[in-house]
């Protein structure tokens, strides 16, 4: 009898508890009875059956569940929550304006295009979650950036679930990225002019060099620089020599890449 009523508790779990992230609200009631019949069974059963019973917490905005996981439904439930493709955003509140160039322009230390080399995983940071990349900086509009470095990104992977700030889309390998960063580690700004796709190398129309020089947004961003200096930020345009700025003018002179 409790082999046919662990059963059917695996079958309703399965079905309708993880039907979907974003209704965490509507399955309250669910999930209630789903523990109360998980008591039902003492713990001599479970182990009897060789299934072992696990308790976790999703979080959705303000939102959090407790859920109860069988063991041996939780590859399975990864790989179901990985193929619906769910999505947990961060929401920031900004005290500037990021639509506004000058302000991302100004904030920022470092403002390049790069190329993504490599995704070396997620960590969490404080509960939060952050990816790695290694990144070939192509082109330097502000900044001196060269070869290859290593950015922060604010969001990634967890437990099939992506969680990535409203707006902001995760990189992929193979990317050609304009970048906007903060300190010596390179931490990409959270905000909707952080990350913006050009293109994938294998799939650019040009070579990258054109690709690069015909971008409206990269030639924006440079005509903004020169007006930016509004923040004690490194890299200000009003810090270089008037030889420096002599030599910005040339768009070219900010190829780095080989």
């Known amino acids: 009898m409790k082999k046919i009523l662990l059963i059917l508790i695996t079958i309703f779990l399965y079905f309708n508890i993880y039907s979907s992230h974003a209704n965490l609200n509507k399955q309250e009631l669910l999930l209630n ?29 303000n939102s959090s569940k407790v859920l109860y996981v069988l063991s041996k439904l939780e590859n399975a ?26 302000n991302v322009l100004g904030f920022a230390e470092n403002v390049f295009v790069g190329k993504v080399v490599k995704n ?5 940071n404080l509960g939060a979650p952050e990816t790695h990349f290694e990144v070939e900086v192509l082109y330097n509009i502000k900044g001196k950036l060269k070869g290859n470095i290593n950015t922060i990104f604010e969001g990634g992977y967890e437990n099939g679930i992506l969680i990535i700030g409203e707006g902001n889309r995760l990189l992929e390998e193979g990317g050609i990225y304009l970048l906007v960063t903060m300190g010596d580690v ?7 002019n952080g990350s913006y796709l050009l293109g994938f190398e294998k799939k650019l129309k040009k070579d990258i060099k054109t690709t690069i020089k015909e971008n409206k947004k990269i030639k924006d961003f440079r005509e903004v620089y020169k007006e930016s200096s509004i923040f004690n930020t490194k890299n200000k345009y009003s810090d270089m020599t008037n030889e420096e700025k002599e030599k910005y003018e040339d768009f070219d002179s900010g190829f780095v890449m080989e």
């Open 33 to 61: 009875n789903f523990k109360e019949q998980i008591e039902k069974l003492d713990k001599y059963s479970l182990e009897d059956l060789n299934i072992k019973l696990y308790k976790t917490k999703l979080e959705y905005k």
């Open 77 to 102: 439930l990864k790989e179901e929550i990985s193929k619906k493709g769910i999505v947990s955003y961060i929401y920031h509140n900004f005290v500037l304006d990021f639509s506004d160039y000058k």
């Open 186 to 192: 390179h931490k990409i700004s959270s905000h909707e």
């Open 120 to 124: 070396n995983g997620t960590y969490n």
